[in-house]
C-alpha cells in the first residue's frame, strides 16, 4: 500500500513539473495535480489497454508512436474531468504525457514494491558483474 502512495505522488510531482516545463499545461495547485495524478492512474489502469488494443493496426504501422497520442488523449481526458488541471492543445498533451511518463519513469525507478528507495549492488567476480 506504501509503494502505490508513494507512486502517486511521484506522478503528481511529474504533473507539476510538467506544468512548470510547459507553457500549455497548467496546475492551480498541488490538490489539483494530485487528484489529475488519481484519474489519470485510473485512465491508464483501465481505458489505456482497451485503447492498444483497438488502435492496434494504426500502432504496428507507426512503430508505436501511436501510443503517444493515446497518452496524450488520455492526459486530455483527465484534465476534463478535474478542475484547476487544464491541458490546452493537442502538442500540450503529447509532450505532456512524454514528459510526465520520463519523469514517472526515472522516479518510479528507485522505489520498490514496498515503497522503500532500492538499488542494485554489482559485485565483480572473476571478469563479470553479477
Not at 510547459?22 to 495524478?37: E, P, Q, T
Not at 512524454?98 to 571478469?127: M, T
Request: without cysteine.
Amino acid at each position: 500500500m506504501k509503494g502505490i502512495l508513494i507512486r502517486w505522488l511521484i506522478l503528481t510531482a511529474a504533473i507539476m513539473f510538467a506544468s512548470y516545463v510547459l507553457d500549455g499545461i497548467h496546475v492551480k495547485g498541488f490538490f489539483s495535480a494530485f487528484f489529475a495524478a488519481a484519474i489519470l492512474g485510473i485512465l491508464n489502469a483501465f481505458f489505456r489497454p482497451i485503447l492498444i488494443v483497438l488502435t492496434l493496426p494504426i500502432n504496428i504501422l507507426t512503430l508505436g508512436l501511436f501510443t503517444f497520442v493515446i497518452n496524450a488523449l488520455l492526459l486530455k481526458m483527465a484534465s476534463g474531468v478535474i478542475s484547476g488541471f487544464e491541458v490546452y492543445g493537442f502538442w500540450s498533451a503529447v509532450f505532456g504525457s512524454l514528459l510526465i511518463s520520463i519523469v514517472s519513469w526515472v522516479l518510479s525507478s528507485f522505489i520498490g514494491a514496498q515503497g522503500r528507495v532500492e538499488y542494485i549492488d554489482l559485485k565483480k567476480k572473476g571478469d563479470r558483474w553479477e
